[in-house]
Structure formats: C-alpha cells, structure tokens
C-alpha cells in the first residue's frame, strides 16, 4: 500500500483523477500501516507515508487554488460594472469605483489587484471609460481577467 501510495504521489496530481487517485492512497497506505505490528518496520513506513502525503497535501492546495482563481476570474468578469456617475472624473475616481463593485463580490479568499489599462475622462456630452483588468491570486495560482470597460456618464 505504501509503494502504491508512492507511484500514485509521482502521477501527475495537476489532474484530478490522479489528485484524487493520490488522497485514497495515503488513506489506504495508512490503514495497512497501522496493522503492522513491528515499530521498526511501522516507522519507516510511515515516513515514506509522510513524504508521499506532505506532496499530495501540497498538490491538493494548489489544485484548490486553482480552481479558486478560475471561479474568481469568472465571478470578476460577469460582474455588473453600473456606468460610472459623472463624478468619476480622474483614474482614481475611476479605479476606487470599480474597487468598491469588486469588494463586494464573493471572491471566496482570493485576492485582487485592479490594473490600469486604459482611461478617457467623460466631457461635455461624451462618456468617459476605464478599461482595467484584474490579477487575481491565491497561494502560487494568480490569472489575470480580460479587459473590462467601465463607462462613466458625461458630463
């Protein structure tokens, strides 16, 4: 069960098949471990369960965080950006104002970072615009959303 365990921690976990292929190993290696009645023998085992389980731990984390900044980038990018009032005068203004829309989605841990990419102050009779993208990020997993226009009345 532990040689089992071993060859199923080397697949690659980035899928989840194997991801979870991997987790009902280190459950598996574990209980046949506990059966053994040697100390010497159990201890050894137990550090090569430990090895194999610390990387599935670490391939479950990353896999989850995945997923998280996926769900996010989604989330980000259906949002409804309400046409700016035209008080939104400056990339501040702007920025703060998609800030606070942004606040307020569930984002379920993941961090963001708003990104300037472009932006056209509203004048008289003619709307203004803010384009900006989102870098979303969770432990090692980061992706970055499309480009997203805000309008802002005119003034």
């Known amino acids: 069960?532990?040689?089992a365990l071993e060859v199923a921690?080397?697949?690659?976990?980035?899928?989840?098949?194997?991801?979870?292929?991997?987790?009902?190993?280190?459950?598996?290696?574990?209980?046949?471990?506990?059966k053994v009645s040697d100390t010497?023998?159990?201890?050894?085992?137990?550090?090569?369960?430990?090895?194999?389980?610390?990387?599935?731990?670490e391939a479950r984390t990353k896999f989850d965080d995945e997923l998280a900044v996926a769900a996010a980038r989604?989330?980000?990018?259906?949002?409804?950006?309400?046409?700016?009032?035209?008080?939104?005068?400056?990339?501040?203004?702007?920025?703060?104002y998609v800030d606070d829309i942004i606040k307020g989605l569930d984002l379920k841990g993941v961090t963001y970072e708003i990104n300037k990419v472009?932006?056209?102050?509203?004048?008289?009779?003619?709307?203004?615009?803010?384009?900006?993208?989102?870098k979303l990020s969770k432990g090692v997993a980061t992706v970055t959303t499309n480009n997203i226009t805000l309008e802002i009345t005119a003034q």
């Open 1 to 3: 069960a532990v040689k």
């Open 118 to 134: 472009g932006f056209t102050a509203p004048t008289v009779g003619v709307d203004g615009s803010y384009i900006f993208n989102v």
């Open 74 to 96: 989604t989330t980000v990018e259906k949002a409804t950006y309400a046409k700016a009032p035209n008080t939104v005068i400056n990339e501040d203004l702007a920025k703060t």
């Open 40 to 57: 010497t023998v159990k201890a050894g085992l137990n550090a090569r369960i430990d090895v194999a389980e610390n990387k599935v731990k």
């Open 9 to 34: 921690a080397e697949k690659d976990l980035t899928a989840k098949e194997n991801l979870e292929a991997a987790e009902k190993a280190v459950t598996d290696a574990k209980v046949a471990v506990d």
